[in-house]
């Protein structure tokens, strides 16, 4: 159950778009369409982003989309926003009723 | 409304036991699986326990098998973390979360477990 593999930042400014990768192995991302995202502000409750890959969320804003290929998901942020700045986690299923994270991603909007 | 409330943390020496509850408002554990995440200071999020709607299936992280035990009581609509022979490696903020499409919708606020002597 080694962690998903994150970058530990990413940054951009307003308006830009930026894509946090997440790559794990052919027995979680690669095996089961089962990644989600979570946004996450320190002190806070992790905020639900993306799940099934793709989908999103009631109230999640469309700026927010997610894709696969192979053992690495990826989620962008197009037309980054001041409120965008947080954690950001991948997840995946990983077979076995098991599940993995990401170390996370910090995201700065510069 | 979903709501999650964690409760039941603090610090604790190692080998200790303590007993983490989730209080669930807005919709009904017997219907769900529910799980419990961790995140250790400064670290990232790590899933440590899954129980299913079924009320006995249960999944563990290898690191805490054998000495954690998920559960549920469904006329308190509360879940359970019991954390046996607790190492410091278990300190961490420990957030009780809903299951939706092996994904995770709703989550508490999170509790603090701090095992030291």
């Known amino acids: 159950q080694s962690a998903l593999t994150q970058p530990r930042s990413v940054s951009g400014s307003p308006g830009q778009s930026v894509t946090i990768s997440c790559t794990g192995t052919?027995?979680?991302?690669?095996?089961?369409?089962?990644v989600s995202w979570y946004q996450h502000h320190p002190g806070k409750a992790p905020k639900f982003m993306i799940y099934?890959?793709?989908e999103r969320p009631s109230g999640v804003p469309d700026r927010f989309s997610g894709s696969k290929s192979g053992n690495t998901a990826s989620l962008t942020i197009s037309g980054l926003q001041a409120e965008d700045e947080a954690d950001y986690y991948c997840c995946s299923y990983a077979g076995s009723a098991s599940w993995v994270f990401g170390g996370g991603t910090k995201v700065t909007v510069l | 409304e979903v709501q999650l409330v964690e409760s039941g943390g603090g610090l604790i020496q190692p080998g200790g036991s303590l007993r983490l509850s989730c209080a669930a408002s807005?919709?009904?554990?017997?219907?769900?699986?529910m799980h419990w995440v961790r995140q250790a200071p400064g670290k990232g999020l790590v899933w440590v326990s899954r129980?299913?709607?079924?009320?006995?299936?249960?999944s563990y992280a290898d690191s805490v098998k054998g000495r954690f035990t998920i559960s549920r009581d469904n006329a308190k609509n509360t879940l359970y973390l019991q954390m046996n022979s607790l190492r410091s490696e278990d300190t961490a903020l420990y957030y009780c979360t809903r299951d939706s499409v092996w994904s995770f919708d709703y989550w508490g606020q999170g509790i603090l477990v701090t095992v030291s002597s």
């Open positions: 052919s027995s979680d991302i690669g095996a089961y369409n089962y």
């Open positions: 099934y890959v793709t």
């Open positions: 807005g919709f009904s554990l017997s219907d769900t699986v």
């Open positions: 129980l299913h709607s079924d009320g006995t299936t249960t």
